[in-house]
């Protein structure tokens, strides 16, 4: 993120899509489902390579958001400003924006 804020010009916009986890337990639950099992079997339909995509992705998207919870205090950590976020598809996606602050990041 600090890579980033610094090659946009300060009050420059920044944005960001990323796949989330839903909080609600009953919903997370389906996540898992469709991630472990949906996603691989669609894969498979594509390609060997895509199956594997498939059963790579909510594993890491779940581990991404265990070990990185907080997004907007790395934002802001990073030199962006005016953080917004929303989450879509009940949490399991995310959207985020934010403004290059003026002063020089390190």
């Given at each position: 993120m600090?890579?980033l ?20 337990a ?7 489902l469709h ?6 079997l ?5 390609s ?17 958001h265990?070990s990185?919870?907080d997004l ?25 924006w ?9």
């Amino acid at each position: 993120m600090r890579e980033l804020a610094r090659v946009v010009k300060p009050g420059g916009r920044i944005g960001m899509i990323e796949f989330g986890v839903p909080g609600a337990a009953s919903l997370r639950a389906l996540w898992r489902l469709h991630t472990r099992v949906g996603l691989p079997l669609l894969g498979r339909l594509v390609s060997p390579d895509w199956y594997e995509v498939g059963r790579f992705l909510g594993p890491n998207i779940e581990q991404f958001h265990a070990s990185e919870p907080d997004l907007p205090a790395l934002w802001r950590a990073s030199g962006i400003d005016d953080v917004h976020e929303q989450q879509l598809s009940f949490g399991a996606g995310l959207v985020m924006w934010g403004v290059r602050s003026d002063q020089r990041t390190a």
